[in-house]
């Protein structure tokens, strides 16, 4: 009987472990969710380029700005108008969500992902891919669809973006080069 290769379930978990391990030394904020399945979880928070945003997108990034701004204006200088320190393409902060899981399916590890918006909007599928095209080699369309889909998380049943698991090594292996590049 021919055996068929790949990660068995256990092997993930104990290569969690090790990610664990690292992750603590490293303080960079992945953790265990245990559920019906484990699975690893980051959260982080950060900016992104808002060049490459769609338009909704950029107007919320121009009303962060601004609404910051005129938190942190005196109401008795009437010199200063709201959002005039605001640079004419300022960062789009989200909040960014990281699952890694077993695929059963493909005996391998998935990422899942979401991003939203500080006022909690998620972001679209046109840009995710408005994010992630600069980093494909190749940027057809075609790509983009089999890299990066919305699917169904298969343990919470919410709608989450998958890095397709055989475009995995592809698209990781800039990430890891320039991380071992910065000691990371």
Excluded at 26 to 35: A, P, S, T
Excluded at 165 to 174: D, V
Aim: hydrophobic fraction near 35%.
């Amino acid at each position: 009987m021919k055996m068929i290769s790949g990660l068995d379930e256990d092997s993930f978990v104990a290569c969690c472990r090790l990610v664990l391990q690292k992750s603590e030394e490293l303080r960079d904020g992945w953790r265990w969710e245990q559920g019906s399945e484990g699975y690893l979880r980051k959260t982080v928070l950060h900016s992104v380029s808002i060049q490459e945003a769609e338009n909704s997108e950029r107007e919320i990034a121009h009303k962060e700005c601004q609404s910051s701004e005129a938190v942190l204006l005196d109401d008795e200088d009437d010199d200063n108008v709201a959002g005039a320190n605001c640079p004419a393409d300022p960062p789009l902060w989200v909040h960014s969500e990281f699952h890694v899981l077993f695929s059963s399916s493909y005996r391998t590890p998935v990422m899942f992902f979401r991003s939203n918006t500080l006022e909690g909007r998620a972001l679209s599928l046109d840009a995710m891919w408005s994010f992630i095209k600069p980093k494909l080699k190749s940027s057809s369309e075609e790509d983009l669809l089999s890299t990066v889909t919305q699917q169904e998380h298969p343990l919470l049943g919410q709608t989450f973006f998958m890095l397709h698991p055989c475009k995995t090594n592809t698209f990781m292996r800039p990430v890891l080069q320039a991380a071992q590049r910065e000691n990371r």
